[in-house]
């Protein structure tokens, strides 16, 4: 039964993405919807970037502090580990899983709301591509933005273990920032922007597909809010898993 549902869910999804894909009957107002769309998921979203990762970079850096204090460990290897965590995994799957709750949530709601006002179907009724009009900008728009917030969370990461480094005496600055410095390896930041792209679509459009399908008043809505949320975070930790298999093998 399960296993069924799912599959009919799946094929469902897979329908709605064939609609929302198909070209915009007018692309200036694609564009526009597109701006706008990325100022609501994206800018909107820069300051709790910014506060949760100062504050797990920090948190990183003293747990590796004290996990790995050994004679037998160069000093460095604290802000080594730290950067490896942070550009492996917290900078794109754990920033994505928070960002699943604020973005993802607002996409459901938004969309379910419009549909349970009956204003989806009066798009409908004029002839428009209710999917694409309504969906295809919030998708390109956090897919475009993602990498903008990758790249901050890294940086202001790498910021929060830095002060650490300065305001206590756990660990010297001078090899906290060599350990950030040391063997770096490039391809681990181009690891995480690649994930986080699928990641944002993902967030993207099983959001909306949950908000689209709404049927019923308001508490329906927070529902189809709560399913969005559950099924991007779920995808994200298998895609997660997959993706790590093929890009880091």
Not at 49 to 68: H, K, T, Y
Not at 110 to 118: A, K, P
Not at 128 to 141: G, Q, R
Not at 179 to 194: D, K, P, R, S, T
Request: with cysteine.
């Amino acid at each position: 039964m399960l296993i069924s549902s799912s599959l009919a869910t799946f094929g469902r999804y897979c329908l709605f993405m064939k609609r929302v894909f198909s070209l915009p009957d007018r692309w200036g107002v694609f564009g526009k919807r597109t701006i706008a769309e990325v100022g609501k998921l994206g800018l909107d979203s820069i300051p709790l970037v910014i506060i949760i990762s100062i504050f797990i970079g920090a948190v990183i850096a003293i747990q590796m502090q004290l996990n790995v204090s050994s004679p037998m460990m160069p000093a460095y290897s604290v802000g080594l580990a730290t950067r490896e965590i942070i550009l492996l995994e917290f900078s794109n799957s754990i920033l994505c899983l928070i960002l699943a709750g604020k973005v993802g949530s607002n996409i459901a709601s938004e969309i379910g709301t419009m549909r349970v006002t009956e204003q989806i179907d009066a798009l409908e009724i004029m002839g428009v591509n209710s999917a694409n009009y309504l969906v295809l900008p919030k998708v390109v728009a956090f897919v475009l933005f993602m990498p903008v917030l990758v790249i901050l969370c890294m940086g202001t990461s790498f910021f929060g273990g830095y002060m650490v480094a300065v305001l206590t005496d756990l660990i010297s600055v001078s090899k906290f920032v060599y350990g950030l410095q040391a063997m770096f390896q490039e391809w681990y930041v181009w690891y995480g922007l690649i994930k986080s792209l699928v990641f944002a679509f993902i967030v993207a459009s099983v959001s909306s597909f949950y908000g689209y399908y709404v049927k019923g008043g308001a508490l329906d809505v927070g529902k189809a809010s709560t399913n969005g949320v559950v099924a991007s975070s779920i995808l994200i930790l298998l895609f997660d898993v997959i993706l790590t298999k093929i890009l880091l093998q």
